[in-house]
């Protein structure tokens, strides 16, 4: 088993934060959400073009059928996005059971199944915002299928959040290992380094530590976190 333990620093212990590094990391994130966006988007204009063509009349069910599917994964993006880059602010919540919905929306219809074991009960906006990211990242792991399993508990004034990832050929990306290690990408693709390091930067910024565990089939990651967010 390999694992990792990455204590996120202040900014002024890693030094201070640069407006070329605020740049181009929203860069990444707005190319990574044209990239998300631009499938369904795709998929209802097609859909439009079709219902609107009077000698596609044979096909304006199918049409419909895309168009409704293709408005509903658009939906479950854009409330995903809402929470996982939106805004940390410290007297927003979010209950379990949104948090849930927000996830399995987003990730329904992959290989990959959920086993959510978070307990009920709200949730600030940046732990809210740690945990879908989690989720994510935990998912992305398991490229062929599997389950991936979410828990969280509190434990001597933290927040502990857990996601193991089992299944055939479970991995982290090297990419994804950069950033959840708060490397910079290097060589590589950025729409699979800049949700880990978003996820990196989302813990630093709350003071927690994000430890990392792979094994042949299995991916571990747990972020520790004080239970009063910084705003």
């Not at 988007?41 to 059928?65: I, N, Q, V």
């Not at 509903?72 to 410290?90: C, D, E, H, I, N």
């Not at 509190?154 to 055939?168: K, N, Q």
């Not at 050929?169 to 978003?198: C, F, Y």
Request: aromatic share 4%; charged share 20%.
């Amino acid at each position: 088993m390999t694992s990792q333990a990455f204590a996120p620093q202040s900014d002024d212990a890693a030094g201070t934060t640069t407006d070329h590094d605020e740049t181009g990391l929203a860069t990444q994130i707005v190319a990574k959400l044209c990239h998300d966006f631009i499938s369904p988007a795709g998929a209802m204009s097609s859909a439009l073009d079709l219902m609107t063509d009077p000698d596609s009349a044979d096909m304006h069910a199918d049409a419909l059928d895309l168009m409704q599917q293709s408005a509903a994964k658009m939906v479950a993006m854009v409330r995903y996005a809402r929470v996982a880059y939106g805004a940390a602010t410290s007297n927003q919540n979010f209950s379990g059971d949104e948090l849930k919905t927000t996830v399995t929306d987003l990730l329904a219809g992959g290989r990959a199944s959920i086993d959510w074991q978070i307990p009920g009960g709200d949730y600030a906006k940046p732990h809210a915002r740690i945990l879908v990211n989690l989720a994510y990242v935990a998912v992305g792991a398991l490229p062929t299928g599997g389950t991936a399993t979410l828990s969280a508990q509190r434990a001597d004034g933290h927040l502990i959040l857990t996601t193991v990832s089992e299944g055939p050929r479970a991995r982290l990306k090297p990419e994804a290992v950069q950033g959840l290690s708060g490397a910079e990408l290097t060589d590589g693709l950025p729409g699979q380094w800049i949700q880990p390091h978003w996820l990196w930067r989302s813990v630093r910024g709350q003071g927690g530590t994000l430890q990392v565990s792979t094994d042949e089939n299995r991916v571990e990651l747990v972020a520790r976190l004080p239970l009063s967010t910084n705003g």
